[in-house]
């Protein structure tokens, strides 16, 4: 049930950012593809973090390009 919820937060934060994580568009890249400045991907990163009390090391955030890639770190810190 907790997976449930963190999910659900996490996709309310990606549809405040225009992310759709529908189908094949959560593999899209932050930057190539969704066409994503630097700066609202930490944003993005830090609401995430924030909305799920959780913290990303900073070596594992820079490795991040693509929506399914951070959903994968988030459900296993």
Do not use: W
């Not at 830090?46 to 009390?53: K, N, V």
Request: a neutral charge; aromatic letters at 10%; hydrophobic letters at 35%.
């Amino acid at each position: 049930m907790k997976t449930n919820n963190e999910l659900k937060k996490i996709e309310k934060v990606f549809q405040q950012y225009g992310i759709s994580l529908k189908g094949k568009r959560k593999y899209d890249r932050f930057e190539q593809d969704l066409k994503m400045d630097k700066v609202f991907v930490s944003g993005l990163i830090f609401d995430l973090e924030y909305e799920l009390h959780k913290e990303i090391n900073d070596d594992k955030v820079n490795t991040v390009q693509a929506p399914y890639q951070l959903i994968e770190l988030l459900m296993i810190c």
